[in-house]
């Protein structure tokens, strides 16, 4: 059988080695006879894993010592609303920058719990004409007493990313579901860093949340207790039943990425990926993008064929090679190439070689 690249958006592949191990520890984990599944979520062992798995994020990302790590339901969704109910109180007010699909969303579910009018929002790229790099505005003229500034650093349906850091005086809280773990940040520039794991982590169902201890000091709205970000932290993040086996494999990702070099090193794989990807797409005039060079994700590339007539073609050959899932987002249509921590650099190489020859076939 050819190599299967998976180039899915979201859940996404999982490092080749990291399943490998989930496989033949399955029926049998740590030599309790059980697979890890069906133990107590409180039992020494699966407790020691939570240990682990915390201290493993806690080194690769840096993470301050004045910051909570939570291991949460409900996926990047479900930070749509926890932030709005822990944050916002009766009468707080908060900011959120739009720059794509989900960050929009994102507002959407605010607006719904926090009221219209304690929302404001500033659109920072007008998708369609993408070709303008993203500016901030200056914040500093801003004199409303935000709770918090909310936007979305990788915008996983548009390809775009956004790499300079945010400088305002309000709380920054980043919704990094599909860049957590690509790139190095300095976590205390936030006051709370959310992901649903699917992309970069693990499977889907888990959410890794980072939040500064004095953000649980903000006024609350009345919440389910599993949202609680106070609760979540008293509790260990088992007030209820966590996602146990979602849990175990982002601990076996957390210790494949440290195996790899950690976060810094990852990088720099995502950068040569990202770059051997764009460089096609700009040298061969069949293949477009259209998203401002200082703005094109690393994790999630969008490029569209000059003559959209042939994406069907282009899907369905690219797929008899192993090259699965390219397809772009129905919003956005054209193609997409998800290039997370667990695509290899090979999987790369492959693709662009299909492109080059695609394109000379069809010209
Ligand atoms: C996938 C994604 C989400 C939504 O995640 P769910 O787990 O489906 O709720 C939110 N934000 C970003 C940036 C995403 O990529």
Redesign the pocket.
Known sequence: MTAIYNFC??PAMLPKAVMHKAQKELLNWNDMGTSVMEISHRSKEFIALTEQAEADLRSLMDIPANYHVLFMH?????Q?SAVVNNFLGDDGRALYLVDGS?SS??VVEAKKLAGDSNIDTINIVEVSTGKNRIQFPDFSVIEENYRYLHY?P????DGIEVFEPLNCQWPVIA????NILSREIDVSQFGLIYA?A??NIGP?GL?IVIVRDDMLMLPSLPQSSIMDYKLAVKHGSMYNTPPTFAWYLAAEVFDWLQGMGGVAAVEQINIEKAELLYQCIDEVDFYTSAVAIENRSRMNVTFQLVNAELDSVFLEQAKNAGLVALKGHRSVGGMRASLYNAMPLEGVIALVDFMRIFAEQHA
Do not use: L
């Open positions: 958006a979201g409900g996926g990047g969704r479900g749509f989900w969303a994102a979305c990788n915008e996983t349906v919704d990094m579901s599909s649903g699917q992309k889907s959410s």
